[in-house]
């Protein structure tokens, strides 16, 4: 059964601060490891999608990257405005269709 | 484009009562699909669909319903509304495969069952 689970829990940073969130997985099959950012009261917003191992991706102060067993969200210098809940989600070979998400990270940045 | 699109933003129901929840998308989107999400898990998939007149379980499909007659909308359905099914149910939908393709959500239903 594909697993996927997400630490940790809740991270507290000092803007500037840089950390590593991470998403391990287990699954039969990668079709594709996928990044959302959750904002209270919203619905999950699209950040990365990565394919096979050893691929990064980068969108402003976020970069994704993606090994045969897990995937960092790396926050470099983080604000503010980047306090979130940060989503990491699996496609497998097994389940045609289907994403299987981890519960996410919550993430407060204090200024 | 408004993207996904869902009403009620929220709801109260009393034990029994049923209700649809409706979802809109004018991507143009093949695939839909409806999650729900309760407090510290993840999203879990209740029903998704591959296009018009064509539905099949997800993970938690007990106690719901879909149809989907057109390619906008995707609505569900709560029959016999027990507590079990407080949550926020998010609808989402997917140009092709949805295995592969980014999933695009709505702002979600917030639902509470008394």
């Known amino acids: 059964e594909d697993q996927v689970t997400q630490s940790p829990e809740a991270l507290r940073l000092q803007e500037g601060e840089s950390s590593s969130l991470n998403c391990s997985y287990t699954v039969s099959g990668l079709r594709g490891l996928f990044w959302y950012r959750q904002d209270p009261g919203k619905g999950p917003e699209f950040l990365f999608t990565?394919?096979?191992a050893g691929e990064e991706k980068e969108k402003e102060r976020l970069k994704a990257t993606l090994t045969k067993k897990e995937s960092f969200l790396h926050i470099t210098a983080p604000k503010p405005e980047d306090s979130a809940t940060y989503l990491c989600a699996v496609a497998s070979t097994d389940s045609w269709g289907k994403l299987q998400f981890g519960a996410g990270t919550q993430v407060v940045v204090t200024p | 484009n408004a993207g996904v699109t869902q009403t009620p933003k929220f709801r109260i129901l009393k034990i029994g009562q049923s209700m649809t929840l409706q979802c809109t998308q004018d991507?143009?989107?093949?695939?839909m699909y409806w999650y729900r999400q309760d407090p510290g898990m993840g999203l879990k998939l209740i029903y998704y669909?591959?296009?018009?007149?064509?539905?099949d379980k997800g993970e938690v499909p007990n106690g719901y319903n879909v149809s989907r007659s057109t390619t906008e909308d995707f609505p569900l359905r709560l029959e016999l509304a027990a507590p079990s099914q407080t949550s926020v149910y998010f609808c989402?939908?997917?140009?092709?495969?949805?295995?592969?393709?980014?999933?695009?959500f709505g702002p979600g239903t917030r639902l509470t069952v008394l």
């Open positions: 990565l394919y096979s």
């Open positions: 991507m143009n989107h093949n695939y």
């Open positions: 989402a939908s997917s140009y092709e495969r949805g295995a592969t393709d980014t999933q695009y």
């Open positions: 669909s591959v296009g018009a007149g064509i539905t």
